[in-house]
């Protein structure tokens, strides 16, 4: 049963470039959440797709965008980066609904912006 | 919106020792508390969780209490060994929404 897999695994861009991440979700789940994790800080959260949607939002900027494609997989797309968007960028699967939705973690992307 | 206060930042106990994380929440609507431990370098991983229509669950060497009229919960490490050494993040949610996190704990356990 493969996990919540992420790519790439590190990643070096310069201000004001653009960037996208990967994520594909845990076999059976068709909810992906991404987060923002900056060093010693928890996790943010960013939006979450489902059925191809964005569901939620947290408090993020438009430069931060998504999809989810058909076979439940996500991008996240953030433009213009700014020095302040390197972190660790984590995904996370879960199946919809209160009680079924606890999230599992993909290994993330670490972003550095120079 | 809902605010998860995490404490202490950093704990540093002795092998054998206990460990004991705390965290408040705000929304007292809040029914679903979950704790992740995340390894350096690794992802975050879900070590157990509890429901608001129990005040306490326990797995093994670790175990989570529930107080929802002082709106805290706590996690409880046991016998800590080197291995437990990591960041433990809370986490508290309401119904279907996102989980908002606590901003974690370094555990170091002294062999």
């Known amino acids: 049963d493969a996990g919540v897999t992420q790519s790439p695994t590190h990643l070096i861009k310069t201000r004001g470039q653009q960037v996208t991440l990967r994520c594909s979700p845990k076999?059976?789940?068709?909810?992906v959440s991404w987060y923002q994790q900056a060093l010693g800080q928890g996790p943010q959260f960013i939006f979450q797709?489902?059925?191809?949607?964005?569901?939620q939002r947290g408090n993020f900027p438009d430069r931060f965008s998504g999809h989810q494609f058909p076979n439940y997989s996500s991008e996240l797309n953030v433009n213009a980066l700014l020095l302040g968007d390197s972190a660790l960028y984590l995904c996370?699967?879960?199946?919809?609904?209160?009680?079924?939705?606890?999230?599992?973690f993909g290994p993330g992307t670490r972003l550095t912006v120079l | 919106g809902e605010n998860v206060e995490q404490h202490p930042s950093t704990l540093s106990v002795q092998e054998g020792d206990s460990a004991v994380i705390k965290c408040t929440y705000s929304?007292?609507?809040?029914?679903?508390f979950p704790w992740y431990k995340q390894e350096l370098g690794k992802r975050p991983q879900l070590i157990i969780d509890i429901r608001s229509n129990v005040g306490e669950k326990k797995d093994q060497r670790i175990a989570v209490t529930l107080n929802k009229t002082a709106k805290h919960f706590s996690l409880h490490i046991t016998e800590t060994q080197p291995e437990d050494s990591a960041v433990y993040f809370c986490a508290a949610r309401r119904g279907s929404y996102i989980p908002t996190f606590g901003r974690g704990t370094s555990l170091i356990v002294h062999p």
């Open positions: 797709y489902y059925e191809e949607e964005e569901r």
């Open positions: 076999s059976g789940h068709d909810t």
């Open positions: 996370a699967s879960s199946l919809p609904g209160e009680v079924a939705d606890t999230q599992y």
């Open positions: 929304d007292s609507a809040s029914n679903y």
